[in-house]
């Protein structure tokens, strides 16, 4: 059974910094294609960052979070990190980890098979 539990957010001022983790468990996330997408209020949920499982983690960015925001992963921990830098007030979101066994970099949250409850990030102005 795949289990992916987020931690991490909380409530960050305007140009501020937060690390999110994902800890999975029961699939091995350096074969597997992992996500941050995230989801505000009265919207879509949308890609923020992807490390993929071929290229040996090459990782892709949406234009909203490029040059701020930094995907990564630790094979021993099993975990998965978003690193959040210059946060912005339009950044608040549920904030989710997905995983999926697809190549490349699936943007679209249909191409993920699992999915973590969320963390709630707040970006006050």
């Known amino acids: 059974q795949v289990r992916l539990v987020e931690s991490g957010g909380g409530l960050v001022q305007a140009g501020g910094s937060l690390r999110l983790s994902c800890a999975a468990s029961?699939?091995?996330?350096?074969?597997?294609?992992m996500g941050w997408f995230r989801q505000a209020p009265g919207k879509e949920r949308e890609f923020a960052a992807i490390?993929?499982?071929?290229?040996?983690?090459?990782?892709f960015y949406a234009d909203s979070v490029k040059g701020r925001f930094t995907i990564s992963r630790d094979s021993q921990k099993n975990t998965v990190y978003l690193q959040m830098s210059s946060l912005r007030p339009e950044d608040t979101a549920v904030y989710y980890c997905a995983l999926s066994g697809r190549l490349g970099f699936p943007v679209s949250e249909l191409e993920y098979d699992y999915w973590g409850r969320g963390t709630q990030v707040t970006v006050s102005s």
């Open positions: 029961g699939r091995t996330i350096s074969s597997s294609t």
């Open positions: 490390i993929s499982r071929s290229g040996g983690g090459v990782t």
